[in-house]
Each structure stands twice: as structure tokens, then as C-alpha cells.
């Protein structure tokens, strides 16, 4: 707290509520994909290519909230050990657009599964409603902060 007492009330802050759900969240994936040998990194990057196969590095680093270079680094250790293919030259332009190989595919199998319990342990305590309910309020707040971003 400030020295006059006024400071955010971490117990009722939004905010910092947001944050130590998204770090519990991470603790609880991490926990799952170890065994698997995976970070929540590595299946994010391979959740994404499932989705959207042919993303470049660029994508895949906003996409899984990391740096370029973390996500480069990623992508070379994911192509040595199978679990990803790109193109020895760039089709168009500088990107080199990565895809599943069929380890990967069987690899994030394994992952998603692990990460819909943990998914399906934080919702436990709620109703289908309440489900429906925390998405929308959570998704209002992301447009809210995008949309003023863009204003300024």
C-alpha cells in the first residue's frame, strides 16, 4: 500500500485476481506436460500449429505470448526432435512456415488431454452458467483493453 493507505486491495483487485489465476493455471499445466516432457510453451506451439498449420515463427511467438527469438529457439528444438517440419527456404518472403509431423500430432494428443483436466479441475466448482458467464465477463475485459490500446 501507498503511505497514505490508498493501494490496490489485492484481495478484491480484478487485476491481480486475473494474474494469480493465469500463474495457478501455468503452475497446473506445467505440473501435467512435465511428465510429457513438454513446457506450456512447447504446447502452445504445437496446439497452434494444429489449429493453423503454416504459421510463421512471428505468429507463433504472439500467439504463445513469447519473444521471437524464445519462440525461434522453440521451433529449431521441436524441427531436431520430430515433432515439426519447415521448409529449408521460405516459400514467400522470409518466414519459413512450420507444420505438425505425425510425432507431433500423437505428442500433443497426449498434451491437449492433460491440459482439458486440469481445464476441467478449474471449473469444477461451477455451473454451466457460471462457465459461460466467467468466459464472456473475461473476453468483454480483453476487448475493453484492446480497444482502448487501439485508441491511443
Known sequence: MGQNGAGVNLETSLGYLLKEASNALRVAMEEVLRPLG????HYSCLELLAQRPGLSNSELARGAFVTRQSMNVLLQALERDGYVTRPA???IGKALPA???PRGRR??????AAVRAVELRMLAGMT???Q???SRLLKSMIDSLHSSDEAT
Open 38 to 41: 513438454m513446457s506450456v510453451t
Open 89 to 91: 527456404e521460405a516459400p
Open 128 to 130: 454451466e452458467t457460471q
Open 99 to 101: 507444420r505438425l509431423t
Open 107 to 112: 505428442s500433443l494428443e497426449k498434451a491437449t
Open 132 to 134: 459461460s458467464d466467467a
